[in-house]
């Protein structure tokens, strides 16, 4: 079961880190952004089994229109809106039509049916802690880990990475120090989808895929994000550790119809015992 919990807490931070990116500096739910991670593990599936492209080719190629897909609808929904002060919930229902309709265009180009992206035998994996990991899960923990810690050092040391937290902080302020809020909006949609993408992948590698994967992935990682205490990377570790390990242990010992439910029980338990998550603090925003 630890191998399991593994798998999950590193792609639930993966995913977390992604949606905090684009939540962070726009303070809106992207629920589009679920769409984004499933059509990245399509596209893989396009070039990967139909067009016959070898996998270093199709899987750079399907981050790169992922997330291409990810900066259009910033520019041309989110940002228009947004110069027309639209509230938060505003933004959030455009952006759940905007899922809608990009999960129905997955269904209609390649159907309801599982996909797989998977070409060779299928391996019995190696032992670990009385568990069998296979290679495509080693590939996914170290992937995540590595892209999380590297997300995390960006946005401390990085000159775009303190942009998107000074316009998560007050974007008015940002703008008259002369940082462009809508460019550093821009860079934060592209990085969130593009590490969105490789989660897709990632996910349709190992347990294949169907159209709306992506929103139960996506929930599992804002429920992270928000246990966790938005802004606080220790806290995601957390928020993600602690849905992970619970929703293994109820599938473990009361059976995996409840995984979706535990996640459920414990965001409700957070939002009311414990609304600011494990960090405990609001983020600080700088008033003129």
Same mark, same amino acid.
């Given at each position: 079961?630890?191998g399991f919990?593994?798998?999950s807490?590193?792609?639930?931070?993966?995913?977390?880190?992604?949606?905090?990116?684009?939540?962070?500096?726009?303070?809106?739910?992207?629920?589009a952004?679920a769409?984004?991670?499933?059509?990245a593990?399509?596209?893989?599936?396009?070039?990967?089994?139909?067009?016959?492209?070898?996998? +270093?080719?199709s899987? +750079?190629?399907?981050?790169?229109?992922?997330?291409?897909?990810g900066?259009?609808?910033?520019? #041309?929904?989110?940002?228009?809106?947004?110069?027309?002060?639209?509230?938060?919930? #505003?933004?959030?229902?455009a952006?759940?039509?905007?899922?809608?309709?990009?999960?129905?265009?997955?269904?209609?180009?390649?159907?309801?049916?599982?996909k797989?992206?998977?070409?060779g035998?299928?391996?019995?994996?190696?032992e670990?802690?009385?568990?069998?990991?296979?290679?495509?899960?080693?590939?996914?923990?170290?992937?995540?880990?590595?892209?999380?810690?590297a997300?995390?050092?960006f946005?401390?040391h990085?000159?775009?990475?303190?942009?998107?937290?000074?316009?998560a902080?007050?974007?008015?302020l940002?703008n008259?120090?002369?940082?462009?809020?809508?460019k550093?909006?821009?860079?934060?949609?592209?990085?969130?989808?593009?590490?969105?993408a490789?989660?897709?992948?990632?996910?349709?590698?190992?347990?294949?895929?169907? +159209?709306?994967?992506?929103?139960?992935?996506l929930l599992?990682?804002?429920?992270?994000?928000?246990?966790?205490?938005?802004?606080?990377?220790?806290?995601?570790i957390?928020?993600?550790?602690?849905l992970?390990?619970?929703?293994?242990?109820?599938a473990?010992?009361?059976?995996?119809?409840?995984m979706?439910?535990?996640?459920?029980?414990?965001?409700?338990?957070?939002?009311?015992?414990?609304?600011?998550?494990?960090?405990?603090?609001?983020?600080k925003?700088?008033?003129?």
């Open positions: 079961m630890i919990v593994l798998i807490f590193s792609l639930y931070l993966l995913i977390a880190q992604s949606f905090v990116l684009c939540y962070f500096p726009t303070r809106f739910f992207h629920i952004h769409a984004t991670l499933t059509t593990a399509y596209l893989t599936h396009l070039f990967t089994i139909q067009l016959n492209l070898p996998p +270093p080719i899987i +750079p190629l399907s981050i790169t229109c992922a997330t291409t897909l900066l259009l609808t910033e520019l #041309t929904l989110y940002k228009p809106l947004r110069n027309r002060n639209a509230s938060p919930m #505003t933004l959030m229902i952006s759940l039509g905007l899922y809608i309709v990009l999960q129905n265009a997955i269904s209609m180009l390649w159907g309801d049916s599982t797989s992206i998977r070409t035998q299928i391996k019995v994996g190696h670990f802690l009385g568990a069998y990991i296979t290679d495509i899960q080693i590939i996914t923990i170290a992937t995540c880990l590595t892209l999380f810690t997300c995390a050092l946005m401390k990085n000159r775009i990475g303190r942009n998107i937290r000074a316009v902080s007050n974007p008015e940002s008259i120090i002369g940082i462009n809020s809508n550093t909006i821009l860079w934060a949609f592209g990085i969130g989808s593009a590490l969105a490789i989660a897709g992948i990632l996910i349709a590698y190992d347990t294949d895929m169907r +159209p709306t994967m992506g929103f139960n992935w599992y990682g804002v429920v992270a994000m928000i246990i966790g205490g938005i802004g606080s990377n220790r806290g995601l957390g928020g993600a550790l602690l992970a390990t619970a929703q293994h242990l109820a473990y010992y009361i059976g995996s119809q409840w979706d439910a535990v996640a459920y029980i414990i965001l409700i338990l957070f939002l009311i015992a414990k609304p600011l998550g494990f960090s405990g603090k609001r983020l925003k700088v008033e003129i």
